[in-house]
Each structure stands twice: as structure tokens, then as C-alpha cells.
């Protein structure tokens, strides 16, 4: 029986090293699920279609249509969960940084909807539209890749 004074380092160093390159190769075969990465952009897109349905101007009420997106992004991150395998603990700044790029070009791409509504284009609305389904999609891959990072980091 050993005591803490008798500790094989070397046994610790090697198991060290094993669980380093479990997380390295962890962090290689993880790959994004590419119809949820797109569902991901829908619902992103979803929340700027929001823009084409409202009518905007003094008496402006926005639609419920944001809080779906939210609902199907949180489904969206689970399933991703489910079917990878993987719970992940730590998401990053790299992460943090797309989530809040992602936020940010939403916004941005539902008031330029808004813009084009209230001058009259609804039809223009696509546009935005499916810019939105497309950061939406790049911005989940993203964060999927920067939360691959973190979990072969440790």
C-alpha cells in the first residue's frame, strides 16, 4: 500500500499525457452535424422573417416570432448534444465572440427588414432573409468548432 510519500510520478505523468491525447483526438473527430448547423440558420432566419410580417411606424408591437427562434435554437443545441455525444462544458471566447457576432448581424439584418418594409419593399425582405439563414448557419458551425477547441483543451 503506498502512502502520499511513495507517488510514482512517471505513473501520473503517462496518464496525464493519455487523457491529452484522448481530448486531442476528441477535438479532431468532432464534427459539426451539418443539417442542424442549417436548422440553426433557419431559426436565426426565422427571427429576421419576423421584420417582413410586422407592419412598423408610430404604433410598432414586435411579433412573437423572436421567442420561437430562441426556443428552436435551444432545441437545436440539445439535439446537437444528442447527437454528437459530447456534453459540452466550456464554449470559449472564440465561442462567446460568434455567439455575440451572430446576435449582433441578426439585429443588424432584421432592421435593414424593418428599413425595407417601411419603405414599401417587403418583397426585398428575402434578401436579408437568407443572409440571416446563412450567418445563422456559419455562426452555429463556429461556435460547434470553438466548443471542439475548448473540449480538447480541458
Same mark, same amino acid.
Given at each position: 500500500m503506498?502512502?502520499?510519500?511513495?507517488?510514482?510520478?512517471?505513473?501520473?505523468?503517462?496518464?496525464?499525457?493519455?487523457?491529452?491525447?484522448?481530448?486531442a483526438?476528441?477535438?479532431?473527430?468532432?464534427?459539426a452535424?451539418r443539417?442542424?448547423?442549417?436548422?440553426?440558420?433557419?431559426?436565426?432566419?426565422?427571427?429576421?422573417?419576423?421584420?417582413?410580417?410586422?407592419?412598423? !411606424? $408610430?404604433?410598432? =408591437?414586435?411579433? &412573437?416570432?423572436?421567442?420561437?427562434?430562441?426556443?428552436?435554437?435551444? +432545441?437545436? /443545441?440539445h *439535439? #446537437?448534444q444528442?447527437?454528437? !455525444? $459530447?456534453?459540452? =462544458?466550456?464554449? &470559449?471566447?472564440s465561442?462567446?465572440?460568434?455567439?455575440?457576432?451572430? +446576435?449582433? /448581424?441578426? *439585429? #443588424?439584418?432584421?432592421?435593414? !427588414?424593418l428599413?425595407?418594409v417601411?419603405? &414599401?419593399?417587403?418583397w426585398?425582405?428575402?434578401?436579408?432573409?437568407?443572409?440571416?439563414w446563412?450567418?445563422?448557419?456559419?455562426?452555429?458551425?463556429?461556435?460547434?468548432?470553438?466548443?471542439?477547441?475548448?473540449?480538447?483543451?480541458?
Amino acid at each position: 500500500m503506498a502512502t502520499h510519500d511513495e507517488v510514482d510520478t512517471t505513473d501520473i505523468r503517462e496518464r496525464i499525457d493519455a487523457l491529452d491525447r484522448d481530448r486531442a483526438t476528441l477535438e479532431k473527430r468532432l464534427q459539426a452535424p451539418r443539417g442542424l448547423m442549417w436548422a440553426a440558420g433557419a431559426a436565426v432566419a426565422w427571427f429576421v422573417a419576423d421584420a417582413a410580417t410586422s407592419n412598423p !411606424g $408610430v404604433s410598432y =408591437r414586435p411579433n &412573437g416570432g423572436y421567442l420561437l427562434s430562441i426556443a428552436a435554437l435551444l +432545441v437545436i /443545441s440539445h *439535439l #446537437v448534444q444528442k447527437e454528437v !455525444g $459530447v456534453r459540452f =462544458r466550456q464554449i &470559449g471566447v472564440s465561442g462567446w465572440l460568434m455567439i455575440g457576432a451572430t +446576435v449582433v /448581424s441578426a *439585429l #443588424v439584418l432584421f432592421s435593414v !427588414g424593418l428599413m425595407l418594409v417601411s419603405t &414599401g419593399h417587403r418583397w426585398l425582405t428575402v434578401v436579408p432573409i437568407l443572409l440571416a439563414w446563412a450567418v445563422g448557419a456559419w455562426g452555429a458551425t463556429s461556435v460547434f468548432r470553438a466548443c471542439a477547441r475548448a473540449a480538447g483543451r480541458g
